[in-house]
């Protein structure tokens, strides 16, 4: 049936072509007509194909071209200058070849000016150099091979401008050059190869400009080179190829700039060189193969979360270098099976001063992700943590981390000021390299962490912020720190004296062979250990400190024993008194008992004085007089103080 170059002018409201529940057996020819009134074919059934080509219809805000539950047997072709002045409903139809709209222009401003909800195209639709004027539905719409918006543009549509929830598309989705000025919904969606949006602009005046969340994907999700004026919604998405935001920038008008929540992406993201997200890009929960690249990205939200990764499940490497992030980059319980590296990246994080602004995150966690630049409390990483060359604004934050290969902190420049600058009590790493660029200005703390190596140089440690080291302990140590200098971080690490930093490093010294270092630094333990004790106990200490060293200078208690023993065997052997008795009067002591005392000998009664737990049989045997009295004294207390300092040095060093 042909009306190929008809010119209709109705004056009635009926319709210029009314095939309404017609049997066509053969093509439905309109190709070139001109006319003011709509085309009818609700529930008609054409054989062949549907040609509007060429032709301009003009129904003002009706729809111009009505075919519901239409079957078609070939295809639906307004092609070439077709212009339509209303919209053009298939909803419902069937058509066994292709819907074909390219360089169609089709015109109902703030309304639907294409619907084909729940339609069934065997071959595809293809709608390249189209312009829509007015909202594009595809709900539910079932569509063989290829879906193609290549350079279609999108306007007067309102806040929405196509609406494709659940629509299935066997092949792919191309959006090649597409221009919308609404958000296009793809909620529920489903394509079996790609969906490729290059060089788009989508722009919504709130909220999402692009939703795909719950949308399966069967090869790759490409958004490369777009403008995108609100956010992207990949909540609980399926690729099974990458998905790629190159050279995309997102300018959300809210909070969210990418939500990937439990979305399952197994090719990786590609979001390097040319990503800018002036909001927060989040994967949180997500589960993504391959890698997460976001090489010189660039994600800006100063006062929120920028990029969300907890409980991330990354079956590879996350690399961010060069990436520059304002806001917080958290990977709270995240398990990376690869590395986490951003090597030069500039990661500014959460001012600890700025308000929360009443997000709900703050009620439930007071605002911990403040004065933050990243964030990996309790994750899980296979390979590396490296930020080397990172400059970090905020703190980092590792605490019961687990890092199986290195944490790698290189020339990396830490600014934090007025709080921890490295916060990472537990964590576990095979090695710890502290090498930054300059010394921190904030603090450090390592309670309870263990590691296999400790690097660290005379920049590692700040001067003047806190350092907590309780029960942190490594195996190996390299470093160009001497002993003094060690002792020194001591000294500073623990304000109120706690033993363990100094065994840690007393018996690393020691496996290293460094037996004199670990005295040194056992020494100094101990004597702070004293020296925080009551009044008593540190005269005590001072006393075994003089005389032994706390057991550390043993030859020094020998010196003081041989100085005793031989003043005072001297001493007894020349001084002049006598005991005053005239049977005694060559001898310059006096015998307790005449009938019973040894032989006189000035060597063995200072030896006997000098040593209490050993009874020679002459200090009980003779009385001083005199100046000998004060001799035997000194002689007395002496042995008592030499013996006690040795026995307590002894028993230390037998616990060691």
Known sequence: MSFAGTVFDVSTPDYMIDLSGADIGSDLVCSRISGN????????????????????????????????????????????????????ILEGARIEGQLLLPKARI???????????????????????????????????????????????????????????????????????FRAEGAVHLHGSRFECNLLVDNAKISSDAGTALTLDGTTIGAALAVEDCEIAGSILLIAATVQGALTLRNTEISPHGSWAVDARRADIRGGVDGAKGFTAHGSVSFANAKISVTLNLTEAAIVTPRRHALIAAGLVLDG?????????????????????????????????????????????????????????????????????????????????????????????????????????????????????????DAPTGGISLAAAAVGTLRDNERSWPKSAAVVLEGF???????????????????????????????????????????????????????????????????WGKLQDYVVGYGFSPMRALAIFLVLFIGASVWFTVTP???????????????????EHPTWDPWLYSLDLLIPLVNLGHDNAWDPTGSSKAVMYVLVIGGWVLTTTIVAAAGRSLRR
């Open 37 to 88: 009134r709509p085309i009818h074919l609700h529930n008609a059934r054409i054989n062949g194909d549907i040609r509007l080509s060429d032709s301009k219809i003009s129904c003002g805000s009706e729809f111009a071209l009505l075919g519901r539950q239409v079957k078609v047997g070939g295809s639906v072709v307004c092609a070439n200058d077709f212009n339509c002045e209303g919209g053009i």
């Open 577 to 595: 008194y006598s005991c005053g008795e005239a049977a005694y009067a060559d001898l310059p002591i006096c015998p307790i008992k005449a009938d």
């Open 317 to 437: 490497d996350l690399i961010g270098d060069r990436a520059k992030v304002e806001g917080l980059v958290d990977l709270t319980a995240a398990n990376v099976t690869g590395n986490v590296r951003l090597a030069d990246a500039e990661l500014t994080g959460v001012p600890l001063e700025e308000s929360s602004r009443g997000r709900e995150i703050d009620q439930l966690r007071r605002g911990d992700w403040r004065g933050v630049s990243l964030r990996a409390t309790a994750s899980i990483i296979h390979g590396d943590i490296d930020l080397r060359g990172a400059r970090l604004k905020e703190s980092l934050v590792l605490e019961s981390a687990t890092v199986q290969r290195s944490v790698l902190l290189d020339g990396t420049t830490l600014e934090v000021k007025d709080s921890m600058a490295i916060r990472a009590d537990g964590m576990k790493a095979a090695m710890l390299s502290l090498r930054f660029r």
């Open 473 to 539: 302990t490594y195996g190996l140590l390299d470093t160009n720190l001497t002993v003094v200098d060690r002792l020194r971080l001591l000294q500073h690490a623990t304000p109120t004296y706690s033993p363990h930093p100094y065994e840690q490093l007393a018996s690393n010294l020691t496996a290293a062979g460094q037996d004199d270092d670990a005295d040194i630094v056992r020494l100094a333990s101990i004597r702070r250990s004293h020296a925080s004790s009551r009044f008593l106990i540190r005269i």
């Open 107 to 177: 015109s109902r401003p703030n309304g639907i000016c294409l619907n084909i909800d729940h339609a069934v195209v065997a071959l595809g639709v293809r709608c390249e150099d189209a312009h829509f004027r007015g909202a594009v539905r595809m709900h539910h719409a079932q569509i063989g091979c290829q879906l193609s918006f290549d350079r279609v543009r999108i306007s007067d549509c309102g806040r929405l401008a196509l609406l494709a929830d659940h629509l299935g598309v066997d092949g792919s989705g191309h959006f090649r050059n």
